[in-house]
C-alpha cells in the first residue's frame, strides 16, 4: 500500500482520511499489521496516535450520552412521583 505518502501529507483533510481509513482497517481485518501501511516507523505511530485518540473520543461521547441519559431518566422519576 502506498498510503504512507497520504498520511504524511501536508493536507490535515486528506492525512485524517488516511489516518481513519488505516484504522479501520486494522480493526476489521486482523491479517494487517502496521507494517502493512508503511516501512517508517512514525506512520504506525501516527496510525496508533490516532486510533487511541478516536478511541478516547468514543470513550467521551458515551460518558455524555449516558450522563444526558441519567439525567433524563431522573427527571422522568420526579415527573412521575409529582404526579402521584
Known amino acids: 500500500m502506498n498510503i ?6 501536508s493536507k490535515e483533510e486528506d492525512s485524517d482520511l488516511a ?18 501501511f508503511a ?11 490516532a486510533e ?11 460518558a455524555n450520552g449516558f450522563e444526558s441519559l441519567q439525567t433524563n431518566i431522573e427527571q422522568h422519576q420526579t ?3 409529582n404526579a402521584f
Open 4 to 9: 504512507a505518502s497520504i498520511i504524511n501529507s
Open 79 to 81: 415527573t412521575a412521583a
Open 19 to 36: 489516518l481513519d481509513f488505516s484504522s479501520f482497517l486494522l480493526r476489521y481485518h486482523r491479517d494487517l499489521d502496521y507494517g502493512d
Open 52 to 62: 487511541t485518540y478516536r478511541a478516547w473520543a468514543d470513550i467521551e461521547d458515551l
Open 39 to 49: 516501512e517508517e516507523p512514525m506512520v504506525g505511530q501516527r496510525i496508533k496516535r
